[in-house]
Nanobody, 121 residues
């Protein structure tokens, strides 16, 4: 079994920056796509950004130009640098990854426990 653990959330003023980190651990053969999702208060979970194992990234329109996703395959980690934060970025941010636990297993989807990001105006 694999686990994802996020860190780096917190409270920041509008215009500020935060960096989220997520590390995959446990029984892991290989990690495929990794990404970040968020769930604003009272709303559904939504895609923020994803990055493939070879570095192709994809962003939600609402964060393009402000957020940067990156990963370190050797550390089985994914990061989200969030700049120019806005109050509407306030949400619980979840790390997501697809992982093979053994060489002949299918990819399974995993989620972190979530980390709160609050942006004050």
């Amino acid at each position: 079994q694999a686990q994802l653990v996020e860190s780096g959330g917190g409270l920041v003023q509008a215009g500020g920056s935060l960096r989220l980190s997520c590390v995959a651990s446990g029984s892991i053969f290989t990690v495929g796509n990794m990404g970040w999702y968020r769930q604003p208060p009272g709303k559904q979970r939504e895609l923020v950004a994803t990055v493939s194992s070879v570095g192709y990234s994809n962003y939600a329109d609402s964060v393009k130009g402000r957020f940067t996703i990156s990963r370190d395959n050797a550390k089985k980690s994914v990061y989200l640098q969030m700049d120019s934060l806005k109050p509407e970025d306030t949400a619980v941010y979840y790390c997501n990854a697809v992982i093979k636990t053994v060489y002949n297993s299918p990819y399974s989807e995993y989620w972190g426990q979530g980390t709160q990001v609050t942006v004050s105006s």
